[in-house]
């Protein structure tokens, strides 16, 4: 119990601004101007309203007077800017400030921050992503990571971009925003950057270029390819030394380096020999390109290269005559005179009587004949002592044959030229054959010996 003895001459006996007889109804102690020792006289309490009985009037663990006059909070509110934080939360132990709700000016509340968020109150941007912690969690984005979805573009990049910093795969191609965007080169807004109708992710998974519609730069789009069956990391699927854009445009078969099955690659086809690399015999003359080209020797393009009136596959097949000669066996009667009359186109004489077929169609004789007339007498050895092959009647005493022995030497003199003939065509036919000789060097000569 407080004792009065105050002064009966002075109604406010300790001069702290309130009536003893007031002191004495509130319990202050009318001799001591603060009663509580909270630094706040009895009187100013009493104006301030807090309570002269009590150093912490709100009981937020910030004295009265501490209050009053070191912060300005109010002592009769334990969170004087009611943002969720007590007064002396934020003196004490956040350094927020207890008269502002929204110490770092980002759109939250202290109290928020601390307690719901975790994020700084004393940092409007907690994470260092360029956007501050207000407009991230009104985004939904997380104020306290950079990167929300983890794709390698930050939230404040996305913004910038407009992709959406809460979906890692914006366009939903297979590749991150951060990938697109920082390794690539392509669009993370667009799924298809090359508008090739094959999304970015599926042509980095195959190995094409995102960035081209043409990855191997063989004129075919790289859709073409997939379609086509082609690989569009090759401007030459099939090796045959022609482009996929080259074949496309011919025709042939940019998978088969071998269109047309003969045996010559497309590419030489068109390059090499000018042949059809969609046809098999491009000139149609019974042989394929390939063994005109590499076995015969004869034009694949030209049916009848040697032009004796037989095509090459006729030739080669039928007659069995030489396609790059017109006269096989060089006896004046081209080979499809031959075959027409019934001679033999690889042999000289068909009938064998000394007379070439040459010069028995010359002579009206039958070169399948050896006496045409039937006379007894060879064709050849008529002519050559003068008779008539085509009558039969002078065979039987010729003229200049009046005697065995001069018949037996003219029999000799015909074998003879017979002979003549039959070497002079196989020396024609060596001619022919043999390869050109070559020209040796000139023999150098000793030096002449010195006399010493």
Known sequence: MITTNTDPLDDDTDDDGVNDAIERVDGTNPRDTDSDDDGLS???EKALGTDALDTDSDNDGLPDAEEVLTHGTDP???DSDADGLNDFTEVTGEGTDPLIADTDGDGL?????????GTNPLSPDTDGDGFTDGSEVAAGTDPLSADTDGDGLSDAQESVRG???LVADTDSDGLSDG????????DPLDSDSDNDSIPDGVEVAAGTNPLSTDTDADGVSDAAEVTDGTNPRDPDSDDDHLTDGQEKALGSNARLADTDGEGLRDGDEVSVYGTNPLVADTDGDGLEDDVEALTTGSDPR???TDGDGLSDGEE??????DPLAADTDSDGLGDKAERDAGTNPKKVDTDGDGLSDAAEVDRDTDPLNADTDGGGVSDGVEVAVGTDPLRSTD???PVGFRSLTTQLLFVLVILGVVIVVLQAVSLMRRRKAAPPEKEMPPREMPPPPTSE
């Open 42 to 44: 009895d009187g100013r």
């Open 179 to 186: 990938r697109e965007a920082n390794v690539l080169g392509t």
């Open 76 to 78: 009769l509110a334990a």
């Open 316 to 321: 080669v097949n039928t007659t069995h005559t």
């Open 302 to 304: 030209v049916a009848d």
């Open 395 to 397: 065979d039987a005493e």
């Open 109 to 117: 509340l202290d109290g928020n921050e601390v307690i719901t968020l």
């Open 163 to 165: 992709t959406n910093p």
